[in-house]
């Protein structure tokens, strides 16, 4: 399958792409008339870097991941690592997130307290 191919049929932005040929982890991609070749473990290999782009990772991120992710079973502690940090930080997004939303409440129940309880 072709990068635009890959890029069509399964949403990956073809920057993202690029990105994967350009930090060599490109297993089973060959180049084939001038066009990438992307096979199976390929698109295994997308489909993670897509999951940790959509849970908050940076290009840089995703790359260390990949690397590690590929060096083999060894570097699991460092990827769990990297992992926590982001389920942390979510966290904490969450509960700052949940604290506005308590400080929202509370000024919408002073106003309507000031309005005799009226509900808009």
């Known amino acids: 399958m072709t990068i635009q ?19 060599g982890l490109c297993g ?6 001038g066009d990438w070749q992307y096979g199976d473990a390929d698109l295994e290999r997308l ?12 290009v ?9 992710l590929l060096e083999g079973n060894h570097t699991a502690a460092q990827r769990l690592r990297m992992l926590e940090e982001k389920r942390s930080a979510a966290l904490e997004e ?7 939303l308590q400080r929202l409440d509370y000024l919408r129940h ?11």
């Open 5 to 23: 191919q890959v890029s069509e049929r399964y949403r990956i932005p073809m920057h993202i792409l690029r990105g994967y040929e350009s930090w």
């Open 28 to 33: 089973a991609v060959k180049k084939v008339m």
């Open 47 to 58: 489909s993670t870097i897509m999951t940790l782009h959509d849970i908050g990772f940076t």
């Open 60 to 68: 840089g991120e995703v790359e260390v991941y990949m690397r590690l």
């Open 94 to 100: 969450i509960h700052f997130k949940e604290r506005q």
């Open 110 to 120: 002073e106003i309507r307290k000031l309005q005799g309880g009226k509900k808009e």
